[in-house]
């Protein structure tokens, strides 16, 4: 069984960088044609793909977010990270890793909603001076 689980600041003032961290248990994030994810919801709004990094470290940014968005991992933690640099109030939302089962297509990728079946939980994620 895959777990995800996020860790990260529940609050983060305006301007500054928002860094969270996705420990992943039961697999592991080098396992080939494994993705993995971060997607993030708003309140009151729909999913939102931010990024997705591939088993072999390529990365995928929704361009919506891509100029303040990286990921990272450390693969001796089986960890990866999301960073989003310059957050406002607009980016305040509960943030899930997730694990993705179809690899991103096409410079649109996040628009197809690609398919995972792992999720962690969640964190709450708000900016505010």
């Known amino acids: 069984q895959v777990q995800l689980r996020e860790s990260g600041p529940g609050l983060v003032k305006p301007s500054q960088t928002l860094s969270l961290t996705c420990t992943v248990s039961?697999?592991?994030?080098?396992?080939?044609?494994?993705?993995w994810g971060w997607i993030r919801q708003p309140p009151g709004k729909g999913l939102e793909w931010m990024g997705v990094?591939?088993?072999?470290?390529?990365?995928y940014y929704n361009p919506s977010v891509a100029s303040r968005t990286s990921i990272s991992r450390d693969t001796s933690k089986n960890q990866f990270s999301l960073h989003l640099t310059s957050v406002t109030p607009d980016d305040s939302a509960v943030y899930h890793c997730?694990?993705?089962?179809?690899?991103?297509?096409?410079?649109?990728?996040?628009?197809?909603?690609?398919?995972?079946?792992?999720w962690g939980e969640g964190t709450q994620v708000t900016v505010s001076s």
């Open positions: 997730v694990r993705v089962t179809q690899a991103p297509d096409g410079s649109n990728w996040y628009i197809s909603n690609p398919k995972f079946d792992y």
């Open positions: 990094m591939s088993y072999d470290g390529n990365t």
């Open positions: 039961g697999g592991s994030i080098t396992t080939i044609y494994y993705y």
